[in-house]
């Protein structure tokens, strides 16, 4: 058996044409006890992350990389199909370094914003630009110089190699593939003598779509997602013309390709040239601009002391002394410098600013935030951390240095604004909402597959109501607990079918989408980090937003709450029918009417104390102070309901 990496393989992140998950991939490639192997998804490298860390972890050396589509001229230009002209080609492209993952994010990220048609397209002008650190393989019989030899056009398919060898010198290979499909077969008798006359090295792939053979019909019910097609039509498109694109084994491989010289030997030598790694765990915060002859520690400095004095005299007359607002404003201080936050501090505080200026209705903080005074004197909450002994180190840690995260809550109708104002401080290519992925759950995975397999429609509704809400549950748990589900899976035609169809790609990733808050700023160009996508509503980063914070980039939570939204509208008309202004900082906390309401369990619309099992403990509870809400919001959680502590703090409080 000869050595052999896979350099060519997609994930579920090539979405609904791939069934392979992450776990499973490392796991895999353990059990064949290869030492590398590559991640080269359709256009994209949503899973990047993921694999390199989970490869890590395994043992495995990562190869990051992606199976762009090379528009047939100009990314600009739409083809004419009318005449034949063809939108576009796959070419294979792996990441050596640094630089290469950097030309690798521009080419992505162009091909998604300057030649996006059906596809993210690229062209040779962006090549030539963005060709230093990668290496290029020919690709699949989709590619250019495999299409244009099966159309017999052996000159030109000659003469494109020698440009990609001009542009790639040694780094670019003629990739040949066999899953018993004719066309390979041809394109491997044709690809040798390309290969003799211009030194151009073959390589050996598998188009790797799923772990393992029996896995080709899964990609099937995947395939006829993305047509919207049923399983059964004799006529559809990419109906399954092998089941070889799976896992191979270095024996499989040295099978179909150890007659060949040295294509399997390739692999190992092009997997020894790629050397990239994510820097994780380093920080990369945008620059804040301050007044001229300032630092950031400075003016962060400046900016809380004058937000200090401003509320000097409010502390006047509270339990705790001005010395210990003083000491504590102190300490704050000394360890966000320390930790290198104060940066972080001042793009907060200055984006709340912007709000409040266009009066634009804010949040007064939620989360651990609130713990801290620094927060509280730069106006970025609204609420003193001292009057309820709130602790700082459970907002910033400095045994345990992470980046801070301040959710911060918008009108809704203006949170556009917002984050408009972010892009023009910070450069519009600098920032972008974040990417999240909509997945396969157990209800949405028999709805889907139910479709494709033509079972009726009641069939699959009455299945899929048997399975209850939420992204924790799980189909095999529901299938050893619920007896029920089991028989109705048993009494519907092709039930047992369509549930294994369910099981195999239950938490797939189906599509993309922006998420509803996630915010990210670069320090310089996104594209020095991580590629851009385009999702059904924007532009938007390529890594989840735990993802983007683990490359070490600033991602900001700007929610836009429609709560917001009523209150202002409220005010408004408070003020236009009543003629009194109210200040929501400044209503009181203890105002007697306001706990009749929770006390009677009226409290539809608000915040955590909207659901049917929090308005009984208000009622049964009676609440008469904020601190009252603060513990009733703590007991209703999973952990203390089920122990009954929050039965016992009401039978207490009522005595």
């Given amino acids: 058996m000869k050595p052999f990496i896979h350099l060519h393989l997609h994930s579920q992140f090539s979405l609904l044409d791939s069934s392979l998950q992450i776990e499973g991939l490392v796991e895999q490639a353990k059990s064949l006890n290869m030492p590398a192997v590559a991640l080269t998804d359709h256009g994209n490298i949503l899973g990047a ?24 001229g100009s990314r600009f230009d739409k083809p004419n199909r009318q005449l034949g002209e063809i939108n576009y080609f796959h070419l294979l492209v792996l990441v050596k370094n640094d630089e290469g993952y950097y030309n690798l994010c521009n080419l992505i990220s162009k091909g998604y914003t300057e030649g996006f ?13 963005y060709r230093n650190g990668l290496v290029v393989l020919s690709a699949c019989i989709q590619g250019e110089i495999p299409y244009l030899l099966l159309h017999d056009r052996q000159d030109e398919a000659q003469k494109a190699a020698l440009w990609y060898r001009e542009k790639f010198g040694d780094d670019f290979y003629l990739e040949i593939q066999n899953h018993g499909l004719p066309q390979q077969l041809e394109v491997i008798e044709k690809m040798i003598p390309i290969s003799r006359e211009l030194s151009i090295p073959m390589v050996a792939t598998n188009d790797v779509h799923y772990l393992k053979k029996e ?47 040295s294509v399997l030997d390739q692999t190992v030598d092009i997997a020894a040239k790629c050397n990239f790694d994510f820097k994780l765990g380093t920080y990369y915060l945008p620059k804040f601009t301050v007044p001229d002859g300032m630092s950031i520690d400075g003016y962060f400095e400046q900016v809380c002391r004058d937000g200090f004095k401003k509320l000097e005299s409010s502390f006047q007359n509270k339990s705790k002394t001005m010395e210990v607002y003083r000491e504590r404003l102190e300490y704050e ?78 009108d809704g109708e203006r949170r556009d604004e917002v984050i408009r104002y972010i892009r023009e401080k910070y450069g519009e290519a600098s ?46 748990a529901e299938l050893a607990g619920n007896n029920d589900l089991v028989k109705e899976i048993q009494r519907v035609h092709r039930g047992p079918e369509l549930v294994d169809f369910a099981l195999r790609l239950e938490n797939n990733v189906r599509n993309t989408s922006m998420h509803a808050a996630g915010v990210v700023i670069a320090p310089k160009e996104l594209t020095h980090f991580m590629p851009l996508y385009r999702s059904s509503e924007d532009i938007v980063t390529q890594f989840e937003k735990e993802e983007v914070e683990e490359i070490g980039l600033l991602k900001m939570d700007i929610l836009g709450l429609k709560t917001l939204t009523i209150m202002k509208n409220i005010l408004r008309e408070v ?69 009954g502590m929050a039965n016992s703090y009401v039978n207490r409080k009522l005595g």
């Fill in 333 to 410: 201080i000394q360890k966000i410098r320390e930790m290198g936050f104060p940066g972080y501090f001042l793009i907060v505080w200055d984006i709340i600013r912007f709000a409040r200026e266009q009066n634009i209705p804010v949040g007064p903080g939620r989360g651990s935030v609130v713990g801290s005074l620094v927060a509280y004197v730069m106006g970025i909450t609204c609420l003193d951390p001292m009057d309820y002994d709130l602790i700082f180190e459970r907002f910033l840690n400095p045994e345990r240095i992470s980046m801070p995260d301040i959710d911060m809550d918008f």
């Fill in 575 to 643: 003020k236009e029918v009543e003629g009194v202004k109210i200040d929501l900082d400044r209503i009181p906390l203890d105002d007697p009417k306001t706990f009749e309401i929770f006390q009677k369990g009226d409290t539809d619309g608000v915040f955590q104390f909207e659901s049917g099992g929090m308005k009984d403990y208000l009622i049964r509870s009676r609440p008469t102070k904020l601190e009252d809400l603060i513990v009733l919001n703590g007991l209703y959680r999973p952990g203390p309901l089920e122990s």
């Fill in 215 to 261: 896995d080709s019909d899964v990609r099937e019910i995947l395939i006829c997602l993305q047509t919207k097609n049923v399983l059964s039509d004799p006529n559809r498109a990419m109906k399954k013309e092998t089941d070889q694109m799976y896992l191979k084994s270095g024996a499989e491989m040295t099978a179909l390709f150890g007659h060949l010289d």
């Fill in 431 to 476: 920032t972008a909402q974040i990417v999240t992925f909509g997945r396969m759950k157990a209800k949405l995975a028999i709805r889907d597959i139910g479709r494709v397999l033509e079972i009726p429609l009641n069939d699959v509704n009455k299945i899929a109501k048997m399975i209850p809400e939420g992204p924790k549950v799980s189909l095999k």
């Fill in 49 to 72: 992350v993921n694999f390199y860390k989970q490869a890590k972890k395994g043992g495995i050396k990562p190869i990051i990389g992606s199976e762009l589509y090379l528009a047939s």
């Fill in 117 to 129: 048609y059906r596809k993210p397209r690229i062209d040779r002008e962006l090549l030539e630009k």
